[in-house]
């Protein structure tokens, strides 16, 4: 079997879902009685088809997931986590972070969170920077 990673990090915005979350739509938002999640103006809401089976095979597999973004409306971004019960993702947002961000220094500043403790030096990591 191939060595699987020890952490996967998601961007959310056009990677998790088709839409900037603090752009394209305007939360709060709020699962409607048919089950969708939907936005303040009552617009609906997704996830890409893709999502919740790569990342139910990813837990499958006993790689634990975080999220990572450069938004702004962290506050949303953690009820669409929510609402798509992908909560088991802890949200790292750090506005600061740009295309030329190192991203070991990246997985570093995220592996500081709450819910995932780094149990190897980041040159064993298989991220490359």
């Given at each position: ?94 506005p ?5 961000s ?28």
């Amino acid at each position: 079997m191939a060595r699987l990673p020890k952490l996967a990090v998601f961007d959310l915005d056009y990677t998790l879902w088709p839409f900037w979350v603090d752009t394209h739509v305007d939360p709060p938002f709020h699962k409607s009685s048919d089950g969708t999640v939907r936005d303040r103006r009552g617009q609906g809401v997704r996830l890409y088809p893709e999502v919740p089976e790569v990342l139910k095979r990813l837990q499958s597999l006993g790689v634990p997931g975080a999220a990572a973004s450069r938004t702004s409306e962290i506050e949303g971004a953690n009820q669409l986590l929510e609402l798509f019960d992908l909560i088991r993702c802890y949200l790292h947002s750090y506005p600061e972070w740009n295309e030329s961000s190192n991203s070991k220094s990246r997985v570093r500043d995220i592996c500081k969170g709450p819910n995932w403790a780094l149990r190897s030096s980041l040159e064993e990591s298989p991220f490359e920077a």
